[in-house]
């Protein structure tokens, strides 16, 4: 349940729609699905696997370290970890700005400012938000303060607890959205938009962006992973539980893409909006709801809270490498990476207002007319994640001997521990490679 509160969150509700509306829709769709449950469902159990048998180690990369060790490997795999670290750090920097602007939203549910609002209405409260530099940089600050303060209850004492009653009612909330969406919107649109693949028009950046997205939105080569898996006992069913957080991330998935795409039809919207797409559209959902004030506040609320619990849960790793790193109390590193990241993240802040039109690697052709915001989001989602992933399956799939890493996953020598290793050995290296190659050289 940690996991799936880590999961399913912004990435769902906010990223996956407008990355879906910027790349074709159903075919991009399609190629997440699949790289969800071919990849993410192996490559989540191998970094619980790590987890779990890196035993005594306080960071991913000491977890990597840890499992080489045992089995004579070179402790430089370590720096697969560093890599999730340096992933997740990169993440966060951006995360925060994105969850401040659920808590903005927040406060206009409260106010009722979604009242009868049209598409134009909610287009410019958008962009009235973000040309407000301060605003934003507010609840930039909230955000990393709650999640340096809340990140020292741990895992079990607040995070476990809260999504066990948070994800079911956010869960509830988004049925609620869709069908009202598919009763008012343009659900042949929306259908016709996300089921209806047009392969043509996929491209290696395309399958390149899916595959980041998928990996992004489960939460792979992060750290977190290997994090969360230190906790688990031996008791604990890992391909069992790596099936349900895929599943219900995908559910999440799919169902803010209902929730939000039969809208941005009917009211004349672009699906390629960009970043805001889920913020202009869900107010006018929440306009014409009887009783919208309310619902559109619990929900708000409700998304603060997975945003808030994705941003704890990313954030123990930065921790965790901190406290190993230099060698001091997890308070203070978690105030150490905390300042670390405000600072750093105003730079995302900034990219919607005042550094828009800064470009800082605009003499390289594939990172031409991004912000600091774009590029922080491209590096991790579809650079960081996919070489990590890589380096990941490499590991438990060719450098742990197969009894070590199969008693890590707890599975029995049989039929599933062998596609288990097919995939992870052959198919997820070739994959990721090719795809992340064919993505970069597009």
């Known amino acids: 349940m940690a996991t799936v509160g880590l999961a399913v969150g912004l990435g769902n509700i ?17 190629l997440y699905l699949l790289f969800a449950f071919a990849f993410g469902v192996p490559l989540v159990m191998a970094e619980w696997a790590i987890g779990r048998s890196g035993v005594g180690a306080n960071s991913a990369s000491g977890s990597f370290r840890a499992v080489a060790a045992g089995c004579g490997a070179s402790r430089a795999w370590g720096h697969v970890g560093n890599i999730a670290v340096i992933a997740v750090f990169m993440l966060m920097l951006f995360y925060t700005t994105i969850t401040g602007w659920t808590m903005e939203y927040f406060v206009k549910a409260v106010n009722g400012d979604f009242k009868s609002i049209d598409g134009v209405r909610s287009t410019r409260m958008f962009e009235q938000l973000m040309a407000n530099p301060l605003r934003l940089a507010f609840w930039h600050t909230v955000v990393v303060a709650l999640t340096v303060y809340i990140n020292s209850r741990g895992l079990h004492g607040g995070i476990e607890k809260a999504v066990r009653i948070l994800m079911p009612a956010l869960a509830l909330s988004m049925v609620v959205m869709v069908l009202y969406a598919m009763s008012v919107g343009d659900l042949g649109a929306a259908a016709d938009f996300l089921l209806t693949p047009d392969f043509a028009s996929v491209t290696g ?31 604990t069913p890992i391909a069992q539980n790596a099936f349900i957080v895929v599943t219900a991330d995908t559910m999440a998935a799919l169902m803010a893409g209902f929730a ?23 107010p006018i959902v929440f306009g014409d709801l009887p009783n919208g004030r309310l619902f559109s506040s619990v929900f708000f609320f409700l998304l603060i809270a997975a945003a808030v619990t994705s941003c704890i849960g990313n954030f123990a790793p930065v921790v965790a490498w901190a406290e190993e790193k230099f060698a001091i109390s997890h308070a203070n590193a978690a105030v150490m990476a905390g300042t670390v990241m405000w600072l750093l993240g105003l730079g995302s802040v900034f990219s919607f207002n005042l550094l828009s039109n800064f470009h800082p690697l605009q003499f390289i052709s594939t990172f031409a007319g991004m912000t600091i915001h774009d590029l922080l989001d491209y590096i991790m989602s579809s650079i960081l994640l996919p070489l990590g992933a890589l380096l990941t399956a490499v590991f438990v799939g060719w450098i742990v001997p197969p009894d070590i890493i199969r008693e890590g996953l707890g599975l029995k020598e049989g039929k599933g521990f062998r596609t288990w290793c097919w995939l992870i050995r052959y198919m997820a290296p070739a994959a990721v490679t090719a795809i992340f190659i064919g993505g970069l050289l597009a």
């Open 260 to 282: 939000i795409f039969p809208l941005v039809f009917a009211n004349q919207l672009m699906p390629d909006t960009g970043t805001g797409l889920a913020f202009q559209t869900l």
């Open 14 to 30: 906010w990223r996956f729609p407008y990355v879906v509306g910027e790349n074709g829709g159903s075919a991009f769709v399609l």
């Open 205 to 235: 950046e395309t399958a390149l962006l899916a595959l980041g997205q998928a990996f992004f939105s489960i939460g792979i080569a992060m750290a977190v992973m290997i994090t969360y898996g230190s906790y688990l006992d031996n008791q």
